[in-house]
């Protein structure tokens, strides 16, 4: 990502010079073959970290795990993201979004690869929980580089009036690997097996690295220097705001966690949906949060209005888990109301995905030039943390409360983060 600066900066950012320069030295449209590679790359992971939950249910027969375990395999793919994010975002800083992008997309291929060779059930063996459990942070842990690395050069490529386009566009494609993902990869894991599963995501991934192999090029020195080594405020990790930004990114994502590793669960166990009904559900959670990020992006391009968008989203969000709440509370007495609760998670769902682009943007101008992926990855660090503790939260939240309390504690952490969002004075 680029340099970036104030809003109230009257001057031209450096960023924009170094991209304009880019433009003239690779061409005008090549901004959008580097935003298409950031997109590529996150939907290849998106449907790796959001698509491997969403056979939840074929996962927890076919490797024969209980809620617990299924928990702790799922979640250990979030921590394994979380551990990774901020040691690859500061790689990035230093080496550039296009090594680190190679890097990690290879890795991430070649692992997932063997997975799909050693780590799968057959008539012969099935893995435990443990080499589940273990594969699946290898595989967090490598697919972390993307983040940080893709949205650095997304922001060295885009000039300022354009930026929250442009990550909202390339935060789409989380939902839309999630969303393809949910829709195949059940289906394929019951039909195929995890062979096939692991065997797509690997070819994924390997496609990814070589658009990025092609395409994929820093912004070149402009008048105002090199895009990714201006600096500007205070390094990240020292920049309070950040912090405040990171922290509401963070608690904002446990209920759309709960939503992405759960949900699947929630629908089979509890309103008794199929796998074609608790699929679509998923795609649709993940194609209206596609549809609003590219929304809240250009909107907030033309009305300066982040801060106050982020605070809506987060209300909204609350919001509607509190529904959901009431809605599978009121079922147990009414069973007329179970029909409504798809339609409720896709609701919330996409309240709680929509934020995206629109906070991580904010976040990057906050971070200033040079600091960006550090920042991001920052950011991710916290969102993967809750990737890691919500799958293993929730089936002890079921012990003590059952799905009504997991809703209930969706909807508490929204609420917290809408306050974190207000500009400190």
Same mark, same amino acid.
């Given at each position: 990502?680029?340099?970036?600066?104030?809003?109230?900066?009257?001057?031209?950012?450096?960023?924009?010079?170094?991209?304009?320069?880019?433009?003239?030295? /690779?061409?005008?449209?090549?901004?959008?073959?580097?935003?298409?590679?950031?997109? %590529? *790359?996150?939907?290849?992971?998106?449907?790796?970290?959001?698509?491997?939950? !969403?056979?939840?249910?074929?996962?927890?027969?076919?490797?024969?795990?209980?809620? *617990?375990?299924?928990?702790? !395999?799922?979640?250990?793919?979030?921590?394994?993201?979380?551990?990774?994010?901020?040691?690859?975002?500061?790689?990035?800083?230093?080496?550039?979004? &296009? &090594? $680190?992008?190679?890097?990690?997309?290879?890795?991430?291929?070649?692992?997932?690869?063997?997975?799909?060779?050693? $780590?799968?059930?057959?008539?012969?063996?099935? #893995?435990? $929980?443990?080499?589940?459990?273990?594969?699946?942070?290898?595989?967090?842990?490598? +697919?972390?580089?993307?983040?940080?690395?893709?949205?650095?050069?997304?922001?060295?490529?885009?000039?300022?009036?354009?930026?929250? /386009? =442009?990550?909202?566009?390339?935060?789409?494609?989380?939902?839309?690997?999630?969303?393809?993902?949910?829709?195949?990869?059940?289906?394929? !894991?019951?039909?195929?097996?995890?062979?096939?599963?692991?065997?797509?995501? *690997?070819?994924?991934?390997?496609?990814?690295?070589? /658009?990025?192999?092609?395409?994929?090029?820093?912004?070149?020195? +402009?008048?105002?220097?090199?895009?990714?080594?201006?600096?500007?405020?205070? @390094?990240?990790?020292?920049?309070?705001?950040?912090?405040?930004?990171?922290?509401?990114?963070?608690?904002?994502?446990?209920?759309?966690?709960?939503?992405?590793?759960? @949900?699947?669960?929630?629908?089979?166990?509890?309103?008794?949906?199929?796998?074609?009904?608790?699929?679509?559900?998923? %795609?649709?959670?993940?194609?209206?949060?596609? $549809?609003? &990020?590219?929304?809240?992006?250009?909107?907030?391009? &033309?009305?300066?209005?982040?801060?106050?968008?982020?605070?809506?989203?987060?209300?909204?969000? @609350?919001?509607?888990?509190?529904?959901?709440?009431?809605?599978?509370?009121?079922?147990?007495?009414?069973? =007329?109301?179970?029909?409504?609760?798809?339609?409720?998670?896709?609701?919330?769902?996409?309240?709680?995905? *929509?934020?995206?682009?629109?906070?991580?943007?904010?976040?990057?101008?906050?971070? +200033?030039?040079?600091?960006?992926?550090?920042?991001?990855?920052?950011?991710?660090?916290?969102? /993967?943390? +809750?990737?890691?503790?919500? #799958?293993?939260?929730?089936?002890?939240?079921?012990?003590?409360?059952?799905?009504?309390?997991?809703?209930?504690? !969706?909807?508490?952490?929204?609420?917290?983060?809408?306050?974190?969002?207000?500009?400190?004075?």
């Amino acid at each position: 990502m680029s340099a970036i600066v104030t809003r109230n900066d009257c001057q031209r950012p450096d960023a924009d010079i170094a991209a304009s320069s880019a433009r003239r030295a /690779f061409g005008p449209s090549h901004r959008w073959k580097v935003l298409g590679i950031g997109v %590529a *790359a996150n939907a290849g992971f998106s449907a790796t970290f959001s698509g491997i939950p !969403a056979t939840a249910v074929v996962m927890r027969q076919g490797y024969h795990l209980d809620n *617990a375990s299924l928990g702790l !395999a799922l979640g250990l793919l979030g921590l394994g993201v979380a551990l990774s994010e901020l040691p690859w975002g500061v790689l990035t800083d230093r080496w550039g979004d &296009r &090594r $680190v992008l190679l890097t990690g997309l290879g890795a991430t291929a070649a692992w997932l690869l063997i997975m799909a060779l050693l $780590v799968v059930p057959t008539k012969m063996a099935v #893995p435990g $929980v443990t080499l589940l459990s273990a594969s699946l942070l290898v595989a967090g842990l490598l +697919g972390g580089s993307v983040n940080g690395s893709s949205g650095r050069a997304i922001m060295g490529w885009f000039g300022e009036g354009e930026r929250g /386009f =442009a990550m909202s566009i390339r935060q789409t494609a989380v939902p839309l690997g999630g969303g393809l993902g949910a829709l195949v990869l059940p289906s394929l !894991a019951l039909a195929s097996g995890f062979t096939a599963v692991f065997g797509l995501l *690997a070819t994924v991934s390997a496609l990814s690295a070589c /658009f990025a192999w092609r395409w994929l090029h820093e912004p070149p020195v +402009g008048s105002g220097g090199h895009a990714a080594t201006a600096t500007s405020g205070p @390094a990240p990790l020292r920049n309070i705001e950040v912090w405040r930004i990171s922290t509401a990114i963070g608690l904002l994502c446990f209920p759309q966690v709960a939503v992405l590793t759960f @949900a699947s669960v929630f629908l089979h166990d509890f309103a008794g949906t199929g796998t074609f009904v608790t699929s679509a559900t998923l %795609a649709a959670v993940q194609t209206g949060a596609m $549809v609003m &990020r590219v929304w809240s992006g250009r909107f907030t391009d &033309r009305h300066g209005n982040r801060r106050p968008f982020l605070k809506v989203c987060s209300a909204l969000s @609350a919001l509607a888990f509190l529904v959901l709440w009431l809605l599978v509370t009121g079922a147990a007495a009414i069973p =007329a109301l179970l029909p409504l609760l798809p339609l409720v998670v896709v609701v919330a769902g996409i309240f709680v995905s *929509a934020w995206h682009g629109v906070a991580y943007t904010e976040l990057a101008t906050l971070a +200033g030039a040079g600091h960006v992926g550090t920042a991001l990855s920052l950011a991710n660090s916290f969102v /993967f943390v +809750g990737f890691c503790l919500v #799958p293993i939260a929730i089936p002890w939240l079921l012990v003590a409360f059952a799905w009504p309390g997991v809703w209930l504690a !969706a909807a508490i952490c929204a609420a917290l983060a809408c306050p974190i969002f207000l500009r400190q004075a």
